[in-house]
């Protein structure tokens, strides 16, 4: 039956998923599950059933469902361990699912698009605070993102352009969609250079370049 990865084009989490399918030269399905504010069709019973936080991406199996975006990739690679998506050190690999982790469960939640909804319409944040607390929270996450990667570099076994060397990681598969996002809406990352740098990395990577939105087939065409 193969691989079924629901998701969404603009969806980030499942940016991670689609990026290591792609690594790792994983053949899938493409479910779209439009979660634009127009649709929500996360948040409907059908999805429900499928993914009980009604969040993508889920990730189908020979019919059995997995979520979690971090989970998932590392059963990809339990399954199919090479490339692999970490270092060899073991020391690294604890820094590279820390950074995975940073992002994954400090960072995304604070500015998911349930939450933004809940600060306006709730408890009637209006725009300019709403901005705020996305703004603060994403200073406080990439602070952390720069001082990782910088003591990444100091214990790392080779140099390179991605966190821990020549080949991404699980640490710059998660790092990516969430930096692209703080671009579209205009954040100045000037000062984390580190960051920069390992995104614009993997922006020239082919597996990365196969997950980007625009490549998706849900992507809206002009
Ligand atoms: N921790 C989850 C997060 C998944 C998640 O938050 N997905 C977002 C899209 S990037 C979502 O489904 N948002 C819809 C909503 O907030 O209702 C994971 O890593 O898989």
Request: hydrophobic share 40%.
């Amino acid at each position: 039956m193969g691989f079924k990865l629901h998701n969404f084009y603009m969806n980030s989490a499942g940016r991670r998923v689609r990026t290591v399918l792609h690594l790792k030269n994983i053949p899938f399905d493409y479910v779209s599950v439009d979660i634009s504010p127009a649709s929500e069709a996360q948040l409907g019973d059908a999805y429900g059933k499928i993914n009980p936080m009604r969040l993508i991406p889920t990730l189908e199996h020979d019919g059995v469902l997995l979520t979690e975006s971090l989970a998932i990739c590392d059963y990809l690679e339990e399954l199919y361990p090479t490339p692999s998506l970490y270092p060899a050190d073991r020391m690294e690999r604890a820094h590279a699912k820390a950074i995975a982790m940073t992002v994954a469960a400090a960072i995304h939640p604070l500015h998911n698009t349930r939450v933004m909804k809940y600060l306006g319409q709730s408890l009637h944040l209006d725009q300019k605070a709403s901005a705020e607390w996305y703004v603060h929270w994403a200073d406080k996450g990439l602070h952390a993102l720069e001082a990782l990667i910088e003591r990444a570099e100091q214990s790392r076994q080779e140099d390179g352009s991605f966190v821990f060397g020549k080949v991404p990681s699980i640490a710059d598969i998660f790092i990516l969609p969430q930096i692209e996002n703080y671009k579209k809406l205009g954040l100045n990352l000037e000062p984390y250079a580190r960051v920069c740098r390992v995104v614009d990395a993997c922006n020239i990577h082919p597996a990365f370049i196969k997950a980007a939105p625009e490549n998706q087939p849900d992507f809206p065409s002009p």
